[in-house]
């Protein structure tokens, strides 16, 4: 049995960087630090946070004052770094640069009067935290279509940025409607290449493999459009841990590719690797 790993696959540059981050600060501490939602969609991961004193809650109220909150890679509207200054919490911002760079960019087009247009899923934590960054008055699209459907004025200033995890054709297409519709409009194109190059990589493998295993948490948005990608390509199992894999279907096969979710950390890669191989 042979064992085949995707180029780009597990953590992208902005969770590993948080992830470390994290880590580093806990290190640093006994009493253990707050973070303001899990910090990424890995269970693993977060637990073996936890057990080092990570504790999530969902509000900053839950936090008491001169405490530390570990702002996650996702990023958060400004009224989180303000009332976290009045409360007296020490903000830990690990925010992806990537995100930032869209915050600033919503900052300084809303206060040259631009309204922002997002693309972008409204109940996204990302998508949640660019709107704070323009007084909450984005306008949200997912779809296409759904610019029919808005009010937009011609001779309104509009500025366009993207979460960064969506398809670049869905950016272009929108581009090209509002261009139409639009005179003064500013396009910022924020995405990521990191989800693009994951995917990329899981189906260039599909094709060379006899099976694939993909690694990730069950509610990793991201893991699942893998597994979507592989399936389509060759039979895939969708794995959070090594002990989910199935020997007896696993010796059905001789080459076996492996990719993980960006929320997957190393070590969970490893242990799956290790055990095939072992097999
Ligand atoms: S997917 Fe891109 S933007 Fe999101 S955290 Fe990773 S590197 Fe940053």
New binding site residues.
């Given amino acids: 049995m042979k064992v085949k790993i995707a180029n780009n696959a597990g953590f992208?540059?902005?969770?590993k960087r948080?992830m470390n981050m994290a880590w580093h600060e806990l290190e640093e501490r006994e009493n253990g630090i707050y973070a303001l939602g899990p910090l990424i969609h890995n269970k693993q991961a977060v637990s073996k946070y936890e057990d080092r004193g990570l504790k999530t809650v969902n509000e900053l109220n839950d936090i008491p004052s001169n405490e530390s909150v570990i702002i996650r890679?996702?990023g958060v509207g400004e009224d989180i770094y303000i009332q976290s200054k009045n409360k007296g919490i020490n903000v830990i911002d690990t925010t992806?640069?990537?995100?930032k760079k869209i915050h600033s960019i919503a900052k300084e087009y809303s206060a040259k009067g631009y309204k922002i247009i997002v693309i972008g899923d409204k109940d996204h934590p990302?998508v949640i935290g660019i709107n704070g960054w323009c007084n909450e008055d984005a306008i949200i699209i997912k779809t296409l279509d759904e610019i029919d459907q808005l009010n937009l004025d011609a001779n309104e200033k509009y500025c366009l940025v993207s979460q960064?995890?969506i398809n670049l054709d869905l950016y272009n297409s929108i581009v090209e409607k509002l261009s139409e519709r639009l005179n003064d409009i500013v396009f910022k194109n924020t995405i990521?290449?990191?989800?693009k190059e994951r995917q990329f990589s899981a189906k260039e493998l599909s094709k060379e493999v006899d099976c694939m295993i993909v690694i990730g948490g069950k509610h990793s948005s991201n893991t699942q459009k893998l597994v979507n990608i592989c399936r389509g390509i060759v039979p895939t199992f969708a794995v959070e841990t090594k002990d989910e894999l199935d020997i007896n279907e696993l010796k059905k096969f001789n080459i076996i590719g492996v990719t993980a979710g960006?929320s997957t950390p190393d070590w969970i890669i490893t242990e799956v690797i290790n055990f095939i191989e072992s097999i």
């Fill in positions: 992208c540059f902005g969770v948080a890679s996702h992806c640069p990537f995100v990302e960064t995890t990521c290449s990191a989800t960006a």
